[in-house]
């Protein structure tokens, strides 16, 4: 349920930037979501669909987007994704290792909440 509040400050952030640049309509939202949030994408269109009717974003696509666990290595900083399967329940891994210098010294920089993307409006 905690999805309804995320959901609610989306859509009034959205529909308040329409207005400012004197939109009629929201077509699309594009919404990223951390890999570590425990938003469900269902129950997020679900209350969006709720709480966009009679605003700018009625009707509007709401696209949900996973964001990837971004790993930066230590000595050279080169950022890199590491698909979440490989990810135990304490969000360690065996061995992370950076794909350009091979060191093994990661810190995960991944982002928990969500951010609006872009937003189409006419």
Same mark, same amino acid.
């Given at each position: 349920m905690h999805e309804l509040p995320v !959901?609610?400050?989306v859509v009034e952030v959205c529909v308040r930037h329409a207005q400012q640049n004197n939109a009629r309509r929201i077509l699309k !939202? *594009?919404?990223k979501v951390g890999p570590f949030s425990d938003l469900e994408p269902e129950w997020m269109q679900r209350y969006f669909d709720h709480v966009s009717k009679e605003t700018l974003a009625a009707g509007a696509r709401l696209e949900i987007e996973k964001l990837p666990l971004i790993f930066r290595c230590v000595w050279c900083e080169? *950022?890199?994704?590491v698909p979440l399967p490989d990810i135990d329940a304490d969000g360690k891994r065996a061995e992370v290792t950076c794909p350009e210098c091979g060191n093994s010294e990661c810190s995960c920089i991944a982002e928990k909440g969500y951010r609006i993307g872009n937003m189409e409006i006419v």
């Open positions: !959901i609610s400050r !939202i *594009e919404l080169h *950022e890199f994704a």
